[in-house]
């Protein structure tokens, strides 16, 4: 009989035991395997953190969600965020914590209904990594957007 858990965060069903994690781990692996797949990393590691607000704090996950708009909406490049917020994300510099804590993590309020997460992402295959990954990250733009939430702090 297979039992079916449902993500905390994401909403995502999980099957056969696969968490969200394990579908990061998979892209991830492509990754690695697959080196021209590495092309969107900044935009599979931000989708699922942004899918996983826990993993930010409040500030990051606020910064993180304006760090998709810049690459979807400006067209803004990995380089160029490198070169722009060199100074305000330097850990020596930076008042802030990037990474969310037990007691001081990002959240949205109310939840995100995700039309697209991981699981549909690797469902895809390697073949189509690269665009599902790019698919993922409009969607995920697109819900925030449609929300009209900020995320709580």
């Known amino acids: 009989m297979e039992t ?3 993500c905390p965060e994401c909403g995502a069903s999980w099957h056969d035991e696969q968490t969200c994690q394990d579908h990061f781990h998979q892209m991830l692996s492509w990754e690695w395997e697959y080196p021209g797949h590495g092309e969107v990393h900044h935009l ?6 942004l899918q996983h607000p826990s993993l930010y ?11 998709l708009a810049d690459f979807l909406e400006h067209g803004t490049t990995t380089e160029e965020v490198r070169r ?4 305000t994300v330097d850990s020596g510099a930076r008042t802030w914590k990037i990474k ?4 001081s993590h990002g959240v949205y309020d109310p939840p995100m209904h995700w039309t697209m997460i991981a699981a549909h992402v690797t469902a895809s295959g390697a ?10 990250a409009r ?9 009209g939430t900020r995320a709580v702090y």
């Open 57 to 67: 704090s409040p500030e990051g996950l606020s910064a993180a969600r304006q760090l």
């Open 4 to 6: 079916t858990q449902v």
């Open 139 to 147: 969607s995920i733009h697109e819900t925030l957007k449609d929300s």
């Open 127 to 136: 073949e189509n990594y690269v665009e599902s990954v790019r698919i993922w």
């Open 84 to 87: 722009q917020r060199r100074a």
């Open 44 to 49: 599979m590691v931000l989708c699922y953190h």
């Open 100 to 103: 969310g804590t037990p007691a």
